[in-house]
């Protein structure tokens, strides 16, 4: 929406009312044409960086409402702008007559109501999304919202076609650069079309208003849960989401009110006889009703995630510049040996350590492997990789057992020894390799040195969530989502188990304990590509036995 500030009086026409206005002696049209500029290049851009967000956002139904918002902006912007600059070359004449001045008129208020409609859908989604979940996945769909949304396009084209009709009246508004409908109409049909305008757009103030304010308290509640409860990463990251969502839709929200509600309040309080007449009150309310399609679509292009997190960083990489700065500056005045800090070890300092120890260990089998042969050293090996054990003589894990052959192979390549042969690739090792595998294949079918896990949650931990009030309250949605992920996560996803994906509903079954209660466990074989099946002894008997709700 572009408006002009200026001209003298109006056209009259035979159907057009003019309102009595003082002239302007010049007009100046670089303000509306930065207006336009920033406003066509803004949505243009908004559109450009919604088609290239990531295509699960493309889908969403809020992004696709951000995407019409931008639609309808950029629509409003060039869809009233060239009248404008045509009334500018022509001032101080209304140039076009009663035709223009009524289409005019109709773009501003059927573009302004439809920014409106947008707003209030896009707040309801968010409402809706977080409050009635259950409700949201099963009733909202993309063809609903679009016929809902159609609706509201063709209420907003039946409003704004009104005073074409004789129900109001659009007339040319100081300083004449531009129509409107006539909210100082004292006739019936005037004052009504005013009340329905006017009241039209204070409600959709407070049904915004109302659903953000309790989509925050939520969001706030669901931050402070996420911090007390440990929250998968899933679930954090979907809470990252909806809080940036959260944060636009707010942004859009403020721009909307503080644009918007001037005018929606001084058209009614004019028709109401509240205040008196004031043209450049008018003036000023239609200019920064306008504002709104502008500074929309900045909005979203400033508040994207990744240019938050990009400022964010740049604040604390300036943060951590300065305060290093002023450490420097303090300890280079003030320090003394014993307030020298402690040279750091590096990653480096505790390999050499763990070889050294390792050769130390190495040279009681045997001479020094630094200075043996390759097919000395092949037998040494051999010997070795059958005979290693812990310090309390258990079996290393095969993952261990292969950390320290390559310990040993980069101890001899590394200064300063640099020998030229590799123990696990070069065929002079071929043997002691061959009883190396052996004996990690040992070491697997005989279930020896396998890692020790330890149980994921306490039991004490797993009856303070139960207990809590909020985290598995199986009458809310969120507390009973809560509850079935964190059982099926429990009791079903032990680690090895990255087949889940593959399972079936006949691998599980539903039984009853002792007392009677009904649960679901897991009957198929839990055997993987990398875990050669559990032993039943090997788990509580309370494992894996996920309760019906309410038992």
Excluded at 55 to 70: D, H, P, Q, S
Excluded at 129 to 153: C, D, E, M, Q
Excluded at 233 to 247: A, F, L
Excluded at 278 to 292: G, T
């Amino acid at each position: 929406m572009e408006e002009s500030y200026s001209s003298p009086s109006a056209f009259i026409g035979n159907n057009t009312t003019v309102l009595e206005m003082e002239p302007h002696t010049s007009l100046s049209p670089i303000v509306p044409a930065l207006m336009f500029a920033a406003g066509a290049i803004g949505n243009i851009t908004a559109i450009v960086v919604l088609l290239k967000s990531k295509k699960e956002n493309r889908r969403t139904i809020f992004y696709r409402l951000v995407g019409l918002l931008a639609v309808v902006d950029l629509f409003g912007t060039i869809s009233t702008s060239p009248v404008t600059f045509l009334q500018y070359a022509h001032f101080p004449q209304w140039y076009g007559g009663d035709h223009l001045c009524h289409y005019f008129s109709f773009m501003l208020i059927f573009s302004g109501l439809t920014t409106m409609f947008v707003v209030a859908i896009m707040a309801l989604d968010r409402y809706i999304a977080l409050l009635h979940p259950y409700f949201y996945a099963g009733f909202v769909t993309k063809r609903k919202a679009v016929y809902i949304l159609s609706s509201l396009f063709i209420f907003s084209v039946a409003i704004s076609s009104l005073p074409l009709i004789g129900v109001g009246k659009n007339v040319p508004h100081y300083p004449g650069t531009w129509c409107f409908f006539d909210f100082r109409s004292e006739d019936s049909t005037g004052k009504a079309f005013t009340y329905i305008y006017s009241l039209t757009g204070l409600l959709i103030i407070t049904l915004i208003t109302a659903s953000n304010v309790a989509v925050i308290a939520t969001l706030i509640q669901m931050r402070d849960t996420s911090k007390t409860i440990s929250c998968n990463k899933d679930e954090i990251c979907r809470i990252d989401r909806e809080m940036q969502m959260m944060i636009f839709l707010i942004a859009v929200v403020l721009i909307f009110i503080i644009c918007w509600a001037p005018l929606m309040v001084v058209v009614l309080l004019c028709t109401t006889g509240t205040i008196k007449h004031s043209d450049e009150l008018d003036l000023l309310v239609i200019r920064l009703a306008s504002f709104n399609q502008i500074l929309d679509p900045w909005a979203y292009i400033l508040l994207k995630k990744r240019h938050i997190i990009l400022c964010i960083r740049w604040i604390r990489k300036a943060l951590r510049s300065a305060r290093g700065k002023l450490a420097l500056q303090t300890n280079s005045n003030n320090e003394t040996p014993e307030s020298r800090p402690l040279p750091k070890i590096g990653v480096s300092d505790i390999s050499q350590s763990f070889e050294k120890s390792l050769s130390s260990s190495f040279r009681g089998l045997d001479a020094n492997i630094e200075d043996r042969s390759p097919a000395s050293l092949n037998n040494l090996l051999k010997e070795f990789y059958v005979n290693i054990r812990q310090a309390n003589g258990d079996y290393y894990s095969r993952s261990s057992f292969c950390v320290i052959r390559q310990s040993i192979n980069r101890h001899l390549k590394q200064p300063p020894h640099n020998k030229p042969f590799d123990i696990i690739t070069d065929t002079a090792f071929t043997t002691a390799n061959n009883i190396f595998k052996a004996m990690c294949k040992k070491l697997r079918k005989e279930g020896k040195g396998q890692i020790k896990h330890k149980k994921p949650v306490a039991k004490g931990d797993i009856k303070k969530l139960y207990e809590h009030p909020r985290a598995f309250n199986v009458n809310s949605p969120s507390g009973l989502l809560n509850k079935v992920w964190f059982e099926v996560l429990l009791y079903f996803c032990r680690r090895g188990q990255e087949n889940l994906r593959e399972m079936k509903p006949q691998d599980f079954q539903i039984s009853e304990d002792d007392e009677g209660k009904e649960y679901v466990h897991k009957i198929s074989s839990e055997m993987t590509k990398t875990h050669q099946g559990v032993e039943e002894e090997d788990f509580e008997p309370e494992g894996g036995r996920m309760y019906i709700t309410g038992a």
